[in-house]
């Protein structure tokens, strides 16, 4: 079936899509002539986003969520299937980043970041996908992790990394869970795109403590993929039901493919280590 076809006339839900990656593939899967439920902690902002994209003909509709909690993201798709009917594509592009060492950082900062980033994509998938298994034609589940899913580096990533390797692990499963029902998933991991998530603390609520240092300011990240191109290779992903999308800057790619291997030979030398001769522990 050709690709227009497939999604023209479905309905996709987008999490985090106020600004930056989510805005984009709002946009973009509305270009391809999907109804689409622009859905943000910052509610102003989804409805601005929806509101430019009902301009350009998209239907849309915007509404304010907190992923979090399990209860708004129930409201969030009763919503979205009263306006619309039935949701044929879910993208939980939510996630949120602190810096700190793994032995400087809070609990907060770790109770703040999985509740976002993976207890949040898990309420979504609980609240949309018994009625998209019970559905029928294309649909499908776009999870967005990180290329630090794969490579905690220097820049005391570690708690955020891990939050992103846990959405990694977890679209693995869950794709080869919905095969039998036709449903895909794709895993979206972004490299250095221009987005505001350096200033994702400005969502932070209090209950989860004191606020991390941002020692890269919060500015939009410089020297960065654009969030449109991001969304184009994501879509087209999607569409292919790639299992797995990167989206990183062209000048980034030789580098990042270089501490992936460094980590595989990490493995492969313990792969070949010699322990025939070592006592049982």
């Known amino acids: 079936m050709p690709t227009t076809t497939r999604v023209e006339g479905r309905t996709a839900v987008v999490t985090g899509a106020a600004s930056g990656i989510g805005a984009a593939l709002a946009a973009q899967l509305g270009a391809r002539g999907m109804a689409v439920v622009v859905a943000d902690i910052d509610g102003d902002g989804a409805q601005q986003v929806a509101d430019k994209l009902r301009a350009d003909g998209i239907r849309t509709l915007g509404v304010r ?9 129930a409201t969030l798709a009763a919503a979205g299937y009263a306006e619309f009917g039935s949701i044929e594509l879910l993208c939980n592009n ?8 793994v032995a400087e950082s809070s609990m907060g900062d770790w109770k703040w970041l999985s509740s976002v980033n993976v207890e949040g994509m898990l309420n979504c998938l609980h609240a949309f996908l018994p009625r998209m298994r019970a559905s029928s034609g294309w649909r499908h589940v776009m999870n967005t992790a990180s290329t630090h899913a794969f490579l905690p580096d220097p820049g005391k990533t570690g708690l955020y990394s891990a939050t992103k390797h846990a959405i990694v692990g977890i679209s693995l499963g869950l794709r080869s869970e919905l095969a039998a029902d036709g449903i895909g998933v794709t895993i979206l991991c972004p490299g250095q795109a221009a987005t505001r ?3 994702a603390q400005r969502n932070r609520p209090d209950s989860f403590g004191r606020h991390a240092d941002e020692p890269y300011g919060i500015g939009v990240i410089p020297m960065a993929i654009d969030s449109d191109a991001v969304a184009r290779t994501a879509v087209e992903g999607i569409l292919r039901d790639d299992p797995l999308v990167f989206a990183l800057p062209e000048y980034g ?4 493919r270089a501490q992936v291997e460094k980590q595989w030979r990490l493995a492969d030398n313990a792969l070949r280590a010699d322990i025939g001769d070592q006592p049982l522990p």
């Open 94 to 101: 939510a996630g949120v980043l602190l810096f700190g060492s």
């Open 197 to 199: 998530i350096l200033d």
């Open 253 to 256: 790619r030789d580098q990042f």
């Open 65 to 73: 969520v907190d992923v979090s909690d399990p209860e708004s993201v």
